[in-house]
C-alpha cells in the first residue's frame, strides 16, 4: 500500500455556521472512487460542543427520545397525545440559557503578543496560546469536565478518531484496480 497523503482539518467550533461544508468536502474525498457512493458523511456533529447544554444525554431530565409500554408500543417520553398537545408552545422540559455555554468574546483589538517577546522561528507569528478571550471568568466552561482540545493535539497521533480517520483517508488513497 502506497499512501500518497493525507488529509488534516481542524475547525474554530465558536465560527461554526452549520453549513457542512466540512462534511461535503470530507464526502467528496473519501467517496470518489467507484463502489463508495453509498457512504455520504452528512451527520456533522459537535457533541458535546458548545451548542448543547449541559448533560445534554440525559433523557430522564430533558424528557426526550422514546419509552417502550408494558404492551410493546412505543411513546414519546413526554407523554400521551394529549400531553404533547399541552406542551407544544411552552415545553417546560426544554434547558435554560445558564445550560449552555457562552463563547468567548476575543478582543480584536489588542495585538496577539507583546513587542518584545520571542516569537517562533517558523514564520514570527503568534502562538493560538497568546490569545486570550476577553471574559476571563468563562475561561473554565468551555470545557465541561472533559479535556481540552488545544491540549491533545500533540497527543493527536495515539488517539482513537485520529486512527480512524487515517484508515479512511489511506484508503482512499489507494488507486482502483
Known sequence: MKIRSQIGMVLNLDKCIG???CSVTCKNVWTSREGTEYAWFNNVETKPGLGYPTDWENQEKWKGGWIRKINGKL???????????GKIFANPHLPGIDDYYEPFDYDYQKPAYRAGRQQSAAGGSPSLADYRPANEQNR?????GKSC??????????TRTSSICKRRCTASSKTPS
Open 19 to 21: 453549513c457542512h461544508t
Open 75 to 85: 411513546q414519546p417520553r413526554m407523554g400521551n397525545r394529549a400531553m404533547l398537545l
Open 149 to 158: 482540545l488545544a491540549e491533545s493535539l500533540k497527543n493527536a497521533r495515539r
Open 140 to 144: 473554565s466552561r468551555p470545557e465541561l
